[in-house]
Structure formats: structure tokens, C-alpha cells
């Protein structure tokens, strides 16, 4: 067979494949229409993919006439992804399935944050979601891990201001521990591709979409025409960056002034211990703000600043849509309001025009969920 044939038949296979993973169950007949190649050709195609297990019959399907035909469902118990969201405050790691459920999980909080002392939590992590995976013919395919951080082509972590980390060859220590695919990605991008997987993964999915990762720092995943935007060097979205004070509070990027200092987990933090004299976790505050107009003040500051940076975002990118994730979703009742008033005060008339600002329902899981996906779709397309 030549090159070219076995591009067209590699090619074929994934389109058949595909139409199976989104539109099952389907008979050959049907895919074959779909695609408008031969029955021939989807029938020798289905039979490889059935032998490789990654779809099964599944009885007969309605007769339009004639033999009820035999029905083809996507396999998807025949591996299993890894995500972990690196959370600065906690680690987050997930198995799913390849179409995304979630089967496992393991959560630990840390407050070390040197390479050498994480490295051995995150593995330990990864292990023990391998240990509880399913029994399935390729095991786990791959692992992704999202960062909050700047990440090169190669999966480097050039920089991770809240990690303190700075040229971490994070992959390269997790390919040597586990000898499956792995994938660095930087959190937030990973987030805002959970959220248009699993949220917004309808017959017309959202072409221009940003998710705000709002964490102990702040991340943002813009989507523009479907596609995560990285920039020339992969670099983009570290809007939790941008100045939005002049001369303000020192951030541990070494600027002054961040969006994170005034929006952010930790802003809040910082500000309740300052009122209160003692700290207080998120949860606690959010509980405590029914009874304590002080503790409402903080979230009705950080939700206005929250809503401030998303004004530059509506007035830079122009979405459809932006979705508040990470921690700071769960203060949902609380941050709502401020946000919008800012977003009222700041955002040009055309920009804020049929916009949609929303918390995600998705929290805590749109990272690890982001990245697992994408190594399961890797694994699916043979694209590593």
C-alpha cells in the first residue's frame, strides 16, 4: 500500500471513528451516508477498530424496511487518562474514561512548594490513580498535567510565580516515572478547554469564549474561533498579570499593581486576615459572610476588581461568553453582583451587548478535566 493510500485509509478511519464517538449508536449504512464513502470501505474500517477494541457492536438497531442493522458504540472503558490540576494550595488529580467520566480521584492539600518536595506528592498522586483504574486493553494512555504557569512547546515550566518555580522539566520527570505520553499545559488553558468539552460541547459549541481561572492566582484560556489562543510562543493569557493598579501591591512576578493582588484567593485571604487578625480559609468565609458585613465587604471588593479585569477582557477580545472558574467559583452568591457593577461601570456598550458572564459548574474539576481530555483525544487521533 502507498503512502498516500495509507493516509487516505488513516484518514478514513478517523472520520469513522469519530462520527461513532459523536453520534452513536450508529449503523455502518449510517456512517457511511454520513461521510459519503463506500459501505465497503466503513465495513473493512469498523472491523479494524472492533479488533483493536476501541468500538463494539451493540445488538440491532430500528429497520427501516429490511434486517435490522447491527449498531456500533464507541469503547470508551478501553483506557484511561490521568488530568492533575497543580493548584498552588492543593494538587487535584483525576482518571477518567476517554469519553471524559471520571472515575477516581485524588486530592491533597500542600503548602511546600520547591520541586523536589512536590515531585514526590505529584507522583504519589499519579500512582495511585493508576492503581485504580479499571482493567482495559491500553491501560492508561497518558497524563496531562495543568500548570498555573508559562509553559513552552516542549512542556517546560519556564516560570510558575506562585510555585516558585522557574525552567522545570516537569515532563521529562514524569515520562522517565511513568513511560506513558505526558502533556504540560498551563492550568488555565486547560480549564477553558474542560469548559468547552463539558459544558459547552453542543451541536454549535462557543467559537469565542474566555475562561478566568480564579484561584490563588488568576490564569485566563481565551478561545477565538474555537481554537485556545497561545500567542506566537505559546505564552498567552497571563492576564492575572496585567496592571491594574499603578504602583499598587507587589506581586510575586516581581511587577506591582497585578490583577491577582486585588482579584484573587488570595487577595481575599489576605485582606480577611487584615480585618479579622487571624486567617480563614474560603470555605469559612463564605460561611461567615451571611452573618458578618465586614467579610461581605472583602468579597464585594474582590468581585469588583474581578469584574474590572474581565471589563478589559470583554473590551480586548469580544466573547461570547466568559466563564469565572477555580476556587472563586464557589462564592458564586457573593462575587455575582460586584462583578457585574463592574462590568456595568467599565465595559464599553458594544462589548457587554448579549454577553454571557457566568461561574462554571464545572469547579473544581475544568482543568484536570481539560487536560485528561486532551490526552485522551490524542490517543483517540494517534496525534501525540
Not at 362 to 373: D, I
Request: net charge negative.
Amino acid at each position: 500500500m502507498s503512502w498516500y493510500q495509507q493516509t487516505i485509509k488513516s484518514q478514513n478511519k478517523n472520520q469513522i471513528l469519530q462520527t461513532i464517538i459523536e453520534h452513536a449508536p450508529l449503523s455502518r449504512t449510517s456512517v457511511a451516508k454520513q461521510l459519503g464513502i463506500t459501505k465497503g470501505t466503513v465495513s473493512s474500517l469498523t472491523t479494524e477498530l472492533i479488533n483493536e477494541q476501541i468500538i463494539y457492536e451493540h445488538g440491532p438497531g430500528t429497520s427501516s424496511g429490511g434486517r435490522r442493522p447491527v449498531m456500533l458504540l464507541f469503547n470508551e472503558k478501553a483506557g484511561f487518562s490521568i488530568g492533575i490540576n497543580l493548584g498552588v494550595n492543593y494538587i487535584l488529580g483525576i482518571l477518567t474514561d476517554l469519553k471524559g467520566e471520571i472515575v477516581a480521584e485524588q486530592k491533597q492539600t500542600i503548602s511546600v512548594y520547591d520541586f523536589d518536595q512536590m515531585l514526590p506528592i505529584i507522583k504519589r498522586i499519579v500512582q495511585r490513580l493508576m492503581e485504580d483504574a479499571p482493567s482495559s486493553p491500553y491501560g492508561i494512555v497518558g497524563i496531562g498535567v495543568g500548570v498555573p504557569g508559562i509553559i513552552n512547546h516542549k512542556g517546560t515550566v519556564l516560570l510558575a510565580p506562585n510555585l516558585k518555580w522557574e525552567n522545570i522539566e516537569l515532563k521529562e520527570e514524569l515520562e522517565k516515572a511513568f513511560e506513558v505520553p505526558i502533556t504540560i499545559e498551563n492550568e488555565a488553558n486547560a480549564g477553558a478547554y474542560g469548559e468547552l468539552k463539558f459544558t459547552h460541547a453542543s451541536s454549535a459549541p462557543l467559537q469565542n469564549m474566555t475562561y478566568v481561572s480564579a484561584g490563588i492566582g488568576i490564569g485566563v484560556g481565551p478561545i477565538i474561533n474555537g481554537e485556545i489562543y497561545r500567542g506566537e510562543h505559546g505564552f498567552s493569557g497571563e492576564l492575572g498579570h496585567m496592571m491594574i493598579e499603578v504602583n499598587g501591591r507587589k506581586c510575586s512576578c516581581g511587577s506591582r499593581g497585578c490583577w491577582e493582588m486585588y482579584a484573587s484567593e488570595k487577595a481575599l485571604l489576605v485582606e480577611a486576615e487584615q480585618l479579622l487578625n487571624f486567617p480563614k480559609d474560603l470555605e469559612v468565609l463564605i460561611q461567615e459572610a451571611d452573618t458578618n458585613e465586614n467579610i461581605q465587604s472583602i468579597f464585594e471588593s474582590v468581585g469588583y476588581y474581578l469584574g474590572c479585569g474581565i471589563s478589559n477582557i470583554l473590551n480586548t477580545f469580544n466573547p461570547k461568553k466568559v466563564v469565572i472558574g477555580n476556587r472563586l467559583a464557589l462564592a458564586k452568591e457573593l462575587l455575582e453582583a460586584p462583578v457585574w457593577k463592574a462590568i456595568e461601570d467599565h465595559t464599553l456598550n458594544f462589548h457587554k451587548e448579549n454577553v454571557e458572564v457566568s461561574f462554571s459548574s464545572l469547579t473544581p474539576y475544568s482543568t484536570s478535566l481539560g487536560v485528561s481530555q486532551a490526552m485522551a483525544e490524542k490517543f483517540i487521533t494517534g496525534n501525540f
